[in-house]
């Protein structure tokens, strides 16, 4: 996969391109945190605008007026979203109609593809111009999905070089943005700062980051692996800190009560509410579930060791599905196994105790990585906020004439 440059923003006339606002649906935490970096930019192209829907505390911030909160769509698998389903219909219901009423001027739906798309479609149908930032994963699973997206996008925006030539090529508009990690997390991480804002001992002691996932599901099927991976580890190497973070302090108090069981992991363990970042920063190594997590592991140099585990069915379903031999973000955008993967039944504590004691003490091994994650965060970074407000200006302003 070839990194290609963003797309240059578009220029706009004098007239706002804004009138009646623009509709926003974040789905989860990442797309919370994308579509804040967006939104100022696209405040600044109409004094006055105002922007609605679903969103979270950082789109608040943002200057979001927040219809409903976007954590009542955080559900994932196959299985586990049927028991959410007739409140996730009755939602999508309600909130079409309230958007039919007031009509905004573009509705720009962020990531969760299961909810947005069909929302997309009908107001799609119905006039009202779309963009879609966060393309779903067609390159990896579930290609036909493009087609939906045809009928339900008037432009894709896209956080991966690679995918805008996907969306050429099917002959559907798309602007690369760069991933908005790229421009927060910095080039070169600073870990023994990280350790000081931590209050972790200057002891010479390896640090070990663990981030076993922050949904039920996830923490049900990492966390246990995870923690007995990291005894066998001690048990065998000797002692390791270990920091986790936790999204926040109830999480924090659940996680210590769950450790007591682990007699090696708990001597020194640190548990941190609501700093990931300088958790990964500070870390020698890291064991991470998949997911954007294993990214942010990768923008900050670290060797890491990803681990998943779901539901039974729900991990069947989705391999039957898959499109590429990896599912962790470093692998993928590199196109090769660079780091390790221990995926459902291989998902077990001996085999990922050794690839983690590797990670920890393999200088080559963290160099060439080094050398990699570097070049790969260069291509990820770009001017989000004002090519994705470009963009979203520019299809209003298209469909409205």
């Known amino acids: 996969m070839t990194a290609s440059q963003p797309t240059a923003p578009m220029t706009l006339n004098a007239e706002p391109p804004f009138k009646n606002g623009v509709a926003w649906l974040a789905g989860e935490a990442s797309g919370d945190f994308i579509a804040s970096l967006v939104l100022?930019?696209?405040?600044?192209?109409?004094?006055g605008l105002t922007q609605f829907g679903i969103g979270g505390d950082k789109m608040r911030a943002a200057g979001l007026d927040v219809w409903y909160e976007s954590r009542l769509l955080s559900v994932r698998g196959y299985v586990e979203v049927l028991g959410h389903l007739p409140r996730l219909l009755k939602l999508r219901r309600d909130l079409v109609a309230r958007l039919l009423t007031v009509r905004p001027d573009v509705f720009v739906g962020v990531d969760a593809p299961d909810f947005n798309l069909g929302v997309e479609a009908r107001l799609r149908r119905e006039g009202i111009p779309v963009v879609h930032m966060v393309s779903p994963s067609i390159w990896a699973w579930r290609p036909e999905r493009i087609q939906t997206i045809r009928r339900a996008v008037d432009h894709m925006l896209t956080i991966f070089p690679f995918?805008?030539?996907?969306?050429?090529?099917?002959?559907?508009?798309?602007?690369?943005?760069g991933h908005p990690l790229a421009n927060v997390i910095p080039m070169e991480p600073d870990t023994q700062g990280a350790r000081a804002r931590l209050a972790l001992p200057d002891d010479g002691m390896p640090?070990?980051?663990?981030?076993?996932?922050?949904?039920?599901?996830?923490?049900?099927?990492?966390?246990?692996?995870f923690f007995e991976?990291?005894?066998?580890?001690?048990a065998r190497s000797g002692d390791v800190r270990v920091v986790i973070p936790t999204i926040d302090e109830a999480s924090a108090q659940a996680l210590r009560e769950t450790a007591k069981q682990y007699a090696n992991m708990r001597l020194h363990l640190h548990v941190v509410a609501g700093d990931s970042h300088t958790c990964i920063e500070?870390?020698?190594?890291?064991?991470?579930?998949?997911?954007?997590?294993?990214?942010?592991?990768?923008?900050?140099?670290?060797?890491?060791?990803?681990?998943?585990?779901?539901?039974?069915?729900?991990?069947?379903?989705?391999?039957?599905?898959?499109?590429?031999?990896?599912?962790?973000?470093?692998?993928?955008?590199?196109?090769?196994?660079?780091?390790?993967?221990?995926l459902q039944f291989?998902?077990?504590?001996?085999?990922?105790?050794?690839?983690?004691?590797?990670?920890?003490?393999?200088?080559?091994?963290?160099?060439r990585l080094t050398e990699a994650f570097t070049e790969m965060h260069k291509t990820l970074c770009a001017d989000t906020g004002a090519i994705a407000a470009d963009v979203i200006a520019n299809v209003a302003k298209a469909r409205h004439g």
């Open 163 to 177: 995918e805008k030539a996907i969306y050429d090529e099917a002959d559907i508009p798309a602007t690369y943005i």
């Open 40 to 47: 100022p930019s696209v405040a600044q192209q109409s004094p």
């Open 207 to 225: 640090v070990l980051c663990v981030m076993p996932g922050s949904r039920a599901a996830e923490l049900k099927g990492c966390a246990p692996v």
């Open 229 to 234: 991976a990291v005894e066998r580890l001690i």
């Open 346 to 367: 291989f998902c077990e504590p001996d085999a990922i105790s050794y690839a983690v004691e590797r990670a920890l003490t393999d200088t080559a091994a963290r160099n």
């Open 282 to 342: 500070a870390s020698d190594a890291v064991l991470v579930a998949s997911g954007t997590a294993s990214l942010e592991c990768a923008l900050y140099k670290k060797p890491m060791v990803v681990g998943y585990k779901m539901p039974g069915l729900t991990g069947l379903l989705m391999a039957k599905k898959a499109l590429i031999p990896y599912v962790s973000l470093p692998n993928i955008l590199l196109g090769d196994r660079v780091v390790p993967e221990f």
